[in-house]
C-alpha cells in the first residue's frame, strides 16, 4: 500500500518535510492556462467537513512545466504523481503529451471538473486520448462521487485504457452564513473531510466490484483506522486531504495507528485485509 497525499491539499515546495511522509507526491491539478482560481470567500469550515471553491487555481501548463516541475525534482524525494485537468479533451492531451516527455511516476487526469463530471463517455473519451501519447506512464483515473453509477464509470475508463482509479473527489455543497447568505462567493463548493468518508467507502466498494485494477481511495481519512476501512472495501492505496491542513504529521501519525489497528484486527497482514468487507457481502448474497 502507497500512502499519499490527496491534490491539491499538500504544497510541496513550502513543506517538504511533510511531503517526505508520503510514498509519492501528488501535484495539485495543472491546467493548460494559468488560473487565479475563484475569488474568496473559497474555504468554508463546516461541522464535519470543509467545503473549497479554490477553482483549480495553478500557475498553468508552461510555467508547471519550466519551474514548478523542476523545483520538485529538486525538493521532493519521492515519486512524483501529476494531476492534470482540463476543460476538453484537447487540453488534457496537449499537458499528457508534454508529460511523456518528462520523467513523473504517474499521471492522474482530474476528471472531476465540472463540464466532465458524471459523464462516463465524456471520462474515458479522455482517457483513450492519453492513453496514446502517455504509453510509458501509468495513467489514473479520478473520479467523482456524484457518479449515479461508480462501476460504470469504473469499467468505462478501465476500457478506455487506465491502469488505475482514484476516489473520490469532494461532494458539492453550501454553507450558510449567519444571516442566511451562501458563505462561498461561487455559493457551492466541493465538500471534503470526515463527513466524506462513508461516501469513500461505498465509492471504493463499488469500484473494487467493477475492476482489479489498483485504486487509491480517498475521502474523509483522518486516522489509521480509516486507512483499514478503505482498505478492507478494496483500496489499494490510500490518500490523506484534508486532514493535512489541521495536521500536517497525520501522515507519520496514521502510518502508527495502521501498525497499532492492524494488530488489533486479527488480521495478520493489509494483503490479508484487503477487499474482506466484499467477501462478507458475498457470504451472505450465496
Ligand atoms: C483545498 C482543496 C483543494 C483541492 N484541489 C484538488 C485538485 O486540484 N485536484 C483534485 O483532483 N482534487 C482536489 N481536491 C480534492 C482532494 O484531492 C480529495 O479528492 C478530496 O478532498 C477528498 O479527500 P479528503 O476528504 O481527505 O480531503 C482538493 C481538495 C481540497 C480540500
Not at 508534454?98 to 473519451?125: F, Q, T
Request: proline share 6%; with cysteine; charged share 20%.
Amino acid at each position: 500500500m502507497l500512502l499519499l497525499n490527496a491534490s491539491g491539499c499538500l504544497d510541496a515546495l513550502t513543506a517538504p518535510d511533510t511531503v517526505r511522509a508520503f510514498d509519492a507526491f501528488v501535484t495539485k491539478t495543472v491546467t493548460p492556462e494559468p488560473r487565479d482560481g475563484n475569488p474568496p470567500v473559497r474555504i468554508a469550515e463546516t461541522e464535519h467537513g470543509m467545503l473549497n471553491a479554490i477553482g483549480l487555481a495553478n500557475p498553468g501548463r508552461d510555467r508547471f512545466f519550466k519551474e514548478v516541475l523542476p523545483q520538485l525534482r529538486q525538493v521532493v524525494d519521492r515519486p512524483v504523481w501529476v494531476s492534470v485537468g482540463g476543460f476538453s479533451v484537447s487540453d488534457y492531451v496537449e499537458t499528457c503529451t508534454e508529460l511523456a516527455l518528462h520523467e513523473v511516476e504517474c499521471v492522474e487526469l482530474n476528471l472531476s471538473c465540472p463540464n466532465v463530471d458524471e459523464a462516463p463517455e465524456g471520462a474515458a473519451e479522455i482517457v483513450a486520448a492519453c492513453r496514446e501519447v502517455v504509453a510509458a506512464i501509468p495513467l489514473y483515473a479520478k473520479l467523482s462521487p456524484h457518479s449515479w453509477d461508480v462501476g460504470e464509470s469504473v469499467r468505462a475508463v478501465e476500457a478506455a485504457g487506465a491502469d488505475g482509479i482514484s476516489l473520490v473527489n469532494t461532494l458539492r455543497g453550501v454553507a450558510l452564513d449567519a444571516q442566511l447568505r451562501p458563505t462561498l462567493a461561487r455559493v457551492s463548493g466541493g465538500y471534503s473531510g470526515p463527513a466524506l468518508k462513508p461516501v469513500a467507502l461505498a465509492a471504493v466498494f463499488a469500484a473494487r466490484r467493477a475492476t482489479e485494477l489498483p485504486i487509491v481511495g480517498m475521502g474523509g481519512v483522518q486516522t489509521g483506522r480509516d486507512v483499514l476501512e478503505l482498505i478492507a472495501c478494496g483500496a489499494t492505496h490510500v490518500a490523506l486531504g484534508t486532514v493535512l491542513f489541521a495536521d500536517p504529521s497525520a501522515p507519520q501519525r496514521v502510518r502508527v495507528e495502521l501498525e497499532e489497528e492492524l494488530a488489533r484486527s486479527g488480521y495478520a497482514s493489509l494483503e490479508d485485509l484487503y477487499g474482506s468487507s466484499l467477501d462478507t457481502v458475498a457470504r451472505t448474497e450465496n
